[in-house]
């Protein structure tokens, strides 16, 4: 829901593109104080997709579009 909402609202401002830091969920983030940065990533740790790859896959597969000018 976060990644579906996420690109709805980039995709209502004049912007050219939007950017997911995190690929991956970062196992180092387990039971430190980085934990709250467990499940952040569109695939898990070891690699299986999580349900948020296939909105941003379909986002980043649409024709380019570029920003309208202010």
């Given at each position: 829901a976060f990644v579906r909402r996420m690109l709805r609202e980039a995709?209502?401002?004049?912007l050219s593109f939007a950017v997911w830091f995190a690929i991956?969920?970062?196992?180092?983030?387990?039971d430190t104080e980085y934990a709250a940065f467990e499940s952040i990533g569109l695939f898990t740790a070891d690699d299986k997709e999580?349900?948020?790859w296939a909105d941003w896959a379909k986002a980043a597969n649409?024709?380019?579009e570029p920003a309208p000018k202010p």
């Amino acid at each position: 829901a976060f990644v579906r909402r996420m690109l709805r609202e980039a995709q209502a401002l004049p912007l050219s593109f939007a950017v997911w830091f995190a690929i991956w969920d970062p196992a180092y983030a387990r039971d430190t104080e980085y934990a709250a940065f467990e499940s952040i990533g569109l695939f898990t740790a070891d690699d299986k997709e999580k349900p948020a790859w296939a909105d941003w896959a379909k986002a980043a597969n649409r024709p380019y579009e570029p920003a309208p000018k202010p």
